[in-house]
C-alpha cells in the first residue's frame, strides 16, 4: 500500500512558479511511475507530467514550463512549475502505480493523493 500527501500548491501571479512535492509511504516507492494529473472545475482530470526511473513525459501545454524530478532517498516527486498561466489553475494530484506503461491513462494509476489547489491570477 502507498500513500501520497501533495503540498506546495497556492495563490500565484500570472508568470510567477510554485514547487509541487508528493511524498510517498513504502519502501519500493522508488519502483513506482508517478505523475501528475490536474482538475478543474467542470473540466475532466488531465495528465501533466509523470516519470518513471530516469525517463519523463509532459503534456504539451505545460512542456518546457513544468519540470518533474523526483528524490528516492526522501520517496518525494517534484513538479516545478513556471511561467504559470491562469490556465494552468486547478487541483492537482499526485499518482502512483507500479506498472510502468500507459503513464499518460488516469484509470491506469492505484494510489492518488488528495490534491492541492493552484490558482494563478491574471
Known amino acids: 500500500q502507498v500513500q501520497l500527501v501533495e503540498s506546495g500548491g497556492g495563490l500565484v501571479q500570472a508568470g510567477g512558479s510554485l514547487r509541487l512535492s508528493c511524498v510517498a509511504s513504502?519502501?519500493?516507492?522508488?519502483?513506482?511511475?508517478v505523475a501528475w494529473f490536474r482538475q478543474a472545475p467542470g473540466k475532466e482530470r488531465e495528465f501533466v507530467s509523470a516519470?518513471?526511473?530516469?525517463?519523463?513525459d509532459y503534456a504539451d501545454s505545460v512542456k518546457g514550463r513544468f519540470t518533474i524530478s523526483r528524490d528516492n532517498a526522501k520517496n518525494t516527486v517534484y513538479l516545478q512549475m513556471n511561467s504559470l498561466k491562469p490556465e494552468d489553475t486547478a487541483l492537482y494530484y499526485c499518482?502512483?502505480?507500479?506498472?510502468?506503461?500507459?503513464?499518460?491513462?488516469?484509470?491506469?494509476?492505484?494510489?492518488w493523493g488528495q490534491g492541492t489547489q493552484v490558482t494563478v491570477s491574471s
Open positions: 513504502g519502501r519500493t516507492f522508488n519502483k513506482y511511475a
Open positions: 499518482a502512483a502505480k507500479a506498472r510502468l506503461d500507459d503513464l499518460r491513462v488516469v484509470s491506469s494509476y492505484d494510489y
Open positions: 516519470i518513471r526511473w530516469g525517463s519523463t
